[in-house]
């Protein structure tokens, strides 16, 4: 798909300095900028590439003054970097809006969907699935029975969204997503060996939510796993059975959240963090990566280590650890000193 420089400007609410018929059909970071392809210019640091990029068009701040020839067509706004995040959504909006049924795909006779569907080759859309408007589906994903999608939801290839999830509007579901599995439920028996727990509940994800690639998220044993509005997870993360994670909390890669654990508002959890079950982690909380949490934390504690302690806490032991060697040694110095006197 080619864009003129002046369709861009139309977009972007920019002034033109140069050829406005030049097309570009890709975008370029500007030091790897080549013919045909969009860029910008925000960073001072990167300036020295305005001179020398082959992008045919850039983005740039009004207040950009060259000072060398530029072969480029420029487009000045007011924040370049703000008007290239716009065009990268825009971008993405008109790459990934697919309408239609493709075949070879199945849809049960009790299903309902609303308006724009688009439904990729090889998908399968259980009894009573419910999809509400603009929603896409990419090939390859499972939708199972009784699963409600809200409107302007996406789900990508691969997919697996078992019977009774429900997803709210504007969702992003990504590839190898597996939302609603068994969770991890078994009682010992006397022999050694252990008996499933039939997990009976859902998930729920509320509105704004993404999920990245290759996360699951797995159903309640009993009531909802619950992942409340405009959470954002990243790829590969383990969200057990009766789990929920308040609004706006974002996590991650490689974290796990073990079952029953209350995870509260506007938290930010780094990556590879692991949390124990049934504990409570209260609202704004920041917990650095690699951590271990098998305790109830407050509203507002930043938290490191393992097992987590205050942030501070953890400053203040690291640097006694890293001394431990001369430590050591003073203290076997002291004692030959003593053992001699």
Known sequence: MKFTAQQIA?????????????????LSKIEEGTQGSLTFLSNPKYTQYIYSTKA???IVNKSFVPENEIDTTLIKVEDAYAAFTKLLEYYNMVKLNKTGIEQPSFISDSAKYGDNLYLGAFSYLGDNVNIGNNVKIFPNVHIGDN???GENSIVFSGAKIYSDTI?????????????????????????????????????????????G????????????????????????IQIAH????????????????????????????????????HITIGNNVKIQAQS??????????????????????????YVHFKNLP??????????????NS
Do not use: W
């Open 292 to 317: 271990g949490i098998a305790r109830n934390v407050k509203d507002d504690e930043v938290l490191q280590g393992s097992p987590a302690l205050p942030i501070k806490d953890y400053n203040k032991s």
């Open 167 to 211: 997803i709210g509007d504007s969702c992003v579901i990504n590839s190898g997503v597996i939302i609603g599995a068994d969770g991890f439920g078994f009682a010992p028996n006397q022999d050694g060996s252990y008996k499933k727990i039939p997990q009976i509940g859902n998930v729920v994800l509320e509105d704004h939510v993404d999920i």
């Open 326 to 339: 001369k430590i050591v040694k003073n203290i076997n110095d002291l004692e030959k000193i003593n053992g």
């Open 213 to 236: 690639a290759g996360t699951t998220i797995d159903r309640a044993t009993m009531g909802s796993t619950v992942i409340r509005k405009g959470v954002k997870l990243d790829n590969q």
């Open 147 to 149: 699963v409600v999608i």
């Open 56 to 58: 045919s068009v850039a």
């Open 10 to 26: 139309g977009i972007l609410e920019g002034d033109i300095v140069g050829n406005p018929n030049v097309e570009v059909s890709k």
């Open 242 to 277: 009766n789990v929920e994670i308040g609004k706006n909390t974002v996590i991650a890669a490689q974290t796990g959240i073990a079952g029953s654990t209350k995870v509260g508002e506007n938290c930010m959890i780094g990556g590879q963090v692991g949390i124990a079950g």
